[in-house]
Structure formats: C-alpha cells, structure tokens
C-alpha cells in the first residue's frame, strides 16, 4: 500500500467507483455499445471522478494512486463495460510515458492538463506492419529547424478521435543498428483550441467486432509539423525503450480489464442460472450448470490475485514484467472463458442483444491480442523463468 493511502482511503475510493459504476455505467452500457455511440457524459464524470489523473503524481495535481488501488478501480468498471476504461487507461499510459521520460518542462507542461482532462489522449505505437516488433515502425520523423516532420501511418489508437493527444513512435534515425537506436517517441497535440485537427493529421475510425462506442482509429501523418521540444526527454534515439518501459503497468491494466470480463460474466450466470429453471428446477442445481460456474469462480479469483501480486511488485519498483506477463495472460483469457461458458449458461439467449452477456463475449477476445499478444506473454514468462533458474 502506498503510504499517500491508508486501507480506509483504498475503500472509500473503491466504494465511490463501485456507485458511479452502478449508477451511471452500467445503466448505459447496451445502448451505448449497439449503437457505437461515443459516451461524452461519462468522460465528463471521469474528470470530476479525478479518473484521468488516476495514476499522475501528486505533485502535478494527479491522485498518485498505486497500481494496487488502480487495478480494483479497472476491474470494476469492466465487470459492467469494458470499453469506458480504454478512455482513461490509454489516457494514463501516455501520461505515465511523459512522468517516467520527460524532460522537468515537459512534465510541467503536459502532466497538470491531463491530470484535469483538457489533453486527453492515448499512445501511438502499433502501423499496419508493425504490432509486437515495434522496431519495424516505418513512420518517420525529420528534423526542420525547431521543428520534425512527421509522416507515416498507425492503427488501433484509442482515444485518436475524441482526444487531443498522442504519444507518438516513430523513426528517426531508418539506418542505424541496433534499429530500436533510431526510434524517439513525441508529445504531439492533435488538435487547435477549437478541438479541430490541425494540418497534416488523418484520423479515420474503425469498425470494430467489439469495444464500441470507444474511439480506436488509423492516424495518417503528412508533414506533420511538431515541435522539437516536444522530443520525449529530450534525446533522439530512446523511443523503443521509452514505449517499453511502460508495458508492464499497461499489461496489469489489462490484465484488470480481462478480470473485470470475467468477473462480470461471472456474476451475470449466476444470477441467471438462478432465474432460467429447466425440468422443474433453476438451472443452478443441475450439476453441468455448477461445474462451469465453480471454474469460473476459480478463475476469475486466481486472475485477481495475480494481478495483486503483479501490482505489488510494480508499486515496491521491483521489476515485474513476469508478473505482469503471468496476470496479462491469465486474466485475458479467464475473460475469454467466462464469457464463452456464460454464454452457454445462457443458451440461446446469449444470441440476443436483450442480455448484455453478448456483449461480454464479443469484448473479451480483444484483452488476450492488446498490449502485447498472449503468445508473447508466455514467451516473456518462459525467458525470465530460466533466467530466474539458470544451472
């Protein structure tokens, strides 16, 4: 526990989300996600909630919070909607990138307006060709007196449309090896004061299986123009670094969010297991019914503690990019999974919008590819586990 939070802080914080969940998230999250409909309002609580400085020191006006408390606060809203914590988890990795690696000026600059939500934004790595081998970037960046020009393209950015920030990766120097040597990441604001976009940015978005009403976009560049003091810390060539540095609370972001589906999921086949009656009887008391809510309770209990035990080591600045990686893994497919059984718990009123589970099940594939694939997970795990017991 950080020492800025007593337990009794940690509860009152939880409690407050638990209400704004209920009261305001879940009611609207069916409607919302059908018609692919942006939430404005809800982002209009998440500032006065202090959502969008959730993770930001104090000393810039952010809550500080640790990733323990963070975490419970990511579950909760995703076991009623996942998609309303894209807006502020990709909100809160970018600004982690700038109080991790900025410059003093950057961080007095930036931090304080996205603690309050006038820049929101998320972070730009992922191009059509480049997903996990972030190396392989093709978007350039080149120097014009105070000024780099930027020119490329990057898929799946959340918060490309509706925001006015990005954290962008590009390459600024294509010929140097090791390649990652010539990546740098920027602050980039998107947009002027009247919240157009400004000259030599596209954003289009995309249509997506699941994770509606939240904005994920391709983000075109044209001689984009940003300024050179805009170049994160400072100093060409830490881009890739930069970006990675930061996966390991993105991951147990993440990894909050798959637990919050399964949880979520959960909750939902129980309580209709109990209503739904079948040869005489709720189907809660058959046994096939009980053994797939018994693993899911499972599940969805392992998946929190690993994410306990992830975010612990994350907030003691232990390294925990295994931990991470295990809590990732895990939990993004415990959501898969207990969205799966619940669907079938469901029957064939899983197939309807009516119940929200379809929407769960359509929501919880994208947790197990974000932030790193699973398959790379287990690769990551794999490594610092023989690493952990050399011979």
């Known amino acids: 526990?950080?020492?800025?939070?007593?337990?009794?802080?940690?509860?009152?914080?939880?409690?407050?989300?638990?209400?704004?969940?209920?009261?305001?998230?879940?009611?609207?999250?069916?409607?919302?996600?059908?018609?692919?409909?942006?939430?404005?309002?809800?982002?209009?609580?998440?500032?006065?909630?202090?959502?969008?400085?959730?993770?930001?020191?104090q000393d810039f006006g952010g809550m500080?919070?640790?990733?323990?408390?963070?975490?419970?606060?990511?579950?909760?809203?995703?076991?009623?909607?996942?998609?309303?914590?894209?807006?502020?988890?990709?909100?809160l990795i970018q600004a982690s990138l700038v109080e991790r690696c900025g410059t003093d000026a950057q961080k007095e600059r930036i931090l304080p307006r996205m603690v309050t939500g006038e820049l929101r934004g998320g972070i730009a790595l992922t191009e059509p060709n480049a997903g996990s081998d972030l190396q392989a970037i093709r978007t350039v960046a080149v120097r014009d007196g105070d000024d780099y020009i930027i020119n490329g393209a990057k898929t799946w950015i959340t918060n490309s449309l509706n925001g006015n920030s990005l954290a962008v990766l590009v390459k600024t120097d294509t010929e140097i090896q090791p390649r990652h040597k010539g990546?740098?990441?920027?602050?980039?604001?998107?947009?002027?004061?009247?919240?157009?976009?400004?000259p030599g940015i596209e954003v289009i978005k995309m249509k997506k299986l699941g994770y509606r009403a939240i904005d994920t976009c391709e983000v075109v560049f044209t001689n984009f123009r940003v300024p050179a003091e805009n170049l994160v810390g400072g100093e060409e060539g830490k881009g890739f670094l930069q970006a990675i540095g930061g996966l390991e609370?993105?991951?147990?972001?993440?990894?909050?969010?798959?637990?919050?589906?399964?949880?979520?999921?959960?909750?939902?086949?129980?309580?209709?297991?109990?209503?739904?009656e079948a040869f005489g009887t709720p189907i809660c008391n058959h046994q096939a019914i009980q053994l797939k809510l018994g693993e899911m309770a499972t599940k969805v209990e392992a998946s929190r503690l690993?994410?306990?035990?992830?975010?612990?080591?994350?907030?003691a600045g232990e390294r925990c990019d295994m931990e991470a990686g295990m809590a990732k893994y895990f939990a993004s497919?415990?959501?898969?999974?207990?969205?799966?059984?619940?669907?079938?718990?469901?029957?064939?009123?899983?197939?309807?919008?009516?119940?929200?589970?379809?929407?769960?099940?359509?929501?919880?594939?994208?947790?197990?590819i974000g932030e790193g694939t699973n398959e790379m997970q287990r690769i990551i795990i794999a490594k610092q586990l023989v690493e952990k017991h050399k011979i």
């Open 1 to 57: 526990m950080s020492e800025a939070y007593s337990k009794e802080d940690e509860i009152a914080i939880i409690d407050m989300i638990d209400k704004w969940v209920e009261n305001e998230v879940r009611p609207i999250a069916q409607e919302y996600d059908q018609a692919d409909k942006y939430p404005h309002d809800l982002v209009e609580q998440m500032k006065d909630l202090g959502l969008f400085g959730a993770t930001i020191g």
């Open 64 to 91: 500080g919070l640790p990733a323990s408390i963070y975490a419970k606060i990511v579950i909760k809203v995703a076991s009623a909607w996942m998609a309303p914590g894209g807006i502020f988890n990709s909100h």
């Open 183 to 198: 990546t740098s990441m920027f602050f980039v604001e998107t947009k002027d004061a009247e919240g157009n976009f400004l």
């Open 249 to 276: 609370l993105g991951r147990i972001n993440v990894a909050a969010r798959g637990a919050g589906i399964a949880r979520g999921a959960m909750e939902l086949a129980v309580q209709y297991a109990q209503e739904r």
């Open 306 to 315: 690993l994410i306990e035990q992830a975010a612990e080591k994350y907030d």
């Open 333 to 368: 497919e415990a959501g898969v999974f207990c969205a799966n059984e619940a669907m079938r718990i469901f029957g064939g009123y899983s197939y309807s919008v009516e119940y929200d589970i379809e929407r769960y099940y359509r929501d919880a594939m994208l947790m197990c």
